[in-house]
């Protein structure tokens, strides 16, 4: 072929497969969107036994008609892309990738078959296609806000480990010698992290007095600290915020950047001990 004529389609390819802002584009994303729902709609009615069994051959021919499109349209927009590897490894690239792997991987693992509906993240592209990118970027904020709460929770979460092990020692210690179900340890330290996440299956149950008298009080201490990540994230959240509308003392600037720890008008620091403060 043709080197310009194969340049050429590549950028009218590339123009329906990855923009938005072209009719040809826009058709494109609202069918790929219809096709990856009708796609997680008949992994959801093939789940049904009663229909597995009846339509089981239709089931069959559908998924593979959707995958082989699926899987031309990710050979096209690798083929088209100025960057493959970036588009490969970029967040809409993996998502691509991880829609057709479960099918070809039900080929061998049977079991595998409807992590199909890993499809419904491609729904994502609603987004992109209805100009709303900007949520996306507000749900930075989120993000950026968990990345750095990471090593406080991570710590948190340290001292509640211990906290489960020992409760569930002392339980083992209270209940084991009359009550079959804390027959041990691990036992005992899965009844501890139940009770103290306030989910309650009730299957393993204290029936001493001094047994029940600390399920009450590792009940009441769950509720204050299934509230410690929640203000942990809550904080990091606001502190973005709190900088952003930071003023500078000195020329009165209130537009800075997130992150900014002086003022990108007169170079004043914007760390001072009214903000520490506040």
Not at 128 to 135: C, D, E, N
């Amino acid at each position: 072929m043709d080197p310009q004529r194969q340049k050429d389609i590549k950028e009218k390819l590339y123009s329906i497969i990855f923009k938005t802002d072209t009719i040809a584009g826009r058709k494109f994303d609202i069918i790929l969107l219809n096709v990856i729902l009708l796609s997680i709609i008949l992994a959801a009615i093939e789940s049904v036994v009663d229909f597995n069994i009846r339509y089981a051959l239709p089931f069959r021919i559908c998924e593979w008609i959707i995958t082989v499109l699926f899987t031309i349209e990710y050979a096209a927009r690798i083929y088209c892309s100025p960057n493959r590897k970036r588009y490969i490894f970029s967040f809409y690239g993996i998502i691509d990738l991880l829609s057709i792997l479960p099918f070809f991987i039900s080929i061998v693992y049977s079991s595998t078959h409807y992590l199909i509906v890993i499809r419904a993240l491609r729904l994502l592209r609603i987004f992109r296609i209805l100009k709303l990118t900007h949520f996306l970027k507000e749900g930075n904020y989120l993000v950026d806000s968990l990345r750095r709460s990471v090593k406080k929770i991570m710590i948190f979460t340290y001292f509640i480990v211990i906290l489960v092990t020992i409760l569930g020692a002392l339980m083992y210690l209270v209940e084991g010698g009359v009550n079959p179900l804390f027959s041990n340890i691990p036992k005992s330290i899965y009844w501890a992290v139940v009770t103290i996440t306030t989910v309650g299956y009730g299957d393993i149950t204290p029936i001493t007095f001094w047994g029940q008298t600390i399920s009450v009080i590792v009940m009441l201490l769950g509720y204050s600290i299934l509230a410690v990540p929640t203000g942990i994230i809550s904080s990091e959240l606001i502190k973005p915020m709190r900088k952003k509308n930071t003023v500078c003392p000195n020329c009165g600037e209130s537009k800075h950047d997130i992150d900014a720890s002086y003022c990108k008008n007169c170079g004043t620091s914007l760390i001072s001990k009214d903000n520490n403060l506040s």
